[in-house]
Nanobody, 124 residues
Framework: QVQLVESGGGLVQAGGSLRLSCSASGRTLSIYTVAWFRQAPGKGREFVAAISRSGGNTVYLDSVKGRSAISRDDAKNTVNLEMSRMKPEDTAVYYC?????????????????WGRGTLVTVSS
């Protein structure tokens, strides 16, 4: 079983950048599809980005595409999410999740393991 811990959240001004990290322990992250989800205040959790086991394939939420990049660092057993040109609507708790399925999936219920989240606040 893998344990996930997110870091890198905080307060950022609109237009700024942030890098979130998902650190794993217990097992190597390279055997999982890994994704980031987020939950804004008063809203449901939504998919943000996912990366395949090899790191060769990625998929993004339309509203973050072009200003976000998800990547793996297998040496550190982490998956990072870099976001730029941030907007107030990016304010949310960001969660890292790992799936045993070898597919790029956006469906929350198909992810087996979850971190506790890190809060990102974008000020206008």
């Amino acid at each position: 079983q893998v344990q996930l811990v997110e870091s890198g959240g905080g307060l950022v001004q609109a237009g700024g950048s942030l890098r979130l990290s998902c650190s794993a322990s217990g097992r190597t992250l390279s055997i999982y599809t890994v994704a980031w989800f987020r939950q804004a205040p008063g809203k449901g959790r939504e998919f943000v980005a996912a990366i395949s086991r090899s790191g060769g394939n990625t998929v993004y939420l339309d509203s973050v595409k072009g200003r976000s990049a998800i990547s793996r660092d297998d040496a550190k057993n982490t998956v990072n999410l870099e976001m730029s040109r941030m907007k107030p609507e990016d304010t949310a708790v960001y969660y890292c999740a790992a799936a045993e399925m070898n597919l790029l999936i956006r469906v929350e219920s198909l992810y087996n393991y979850w971190g506790r989240g890190t809060l990102v606040t974008v000020s206008s």
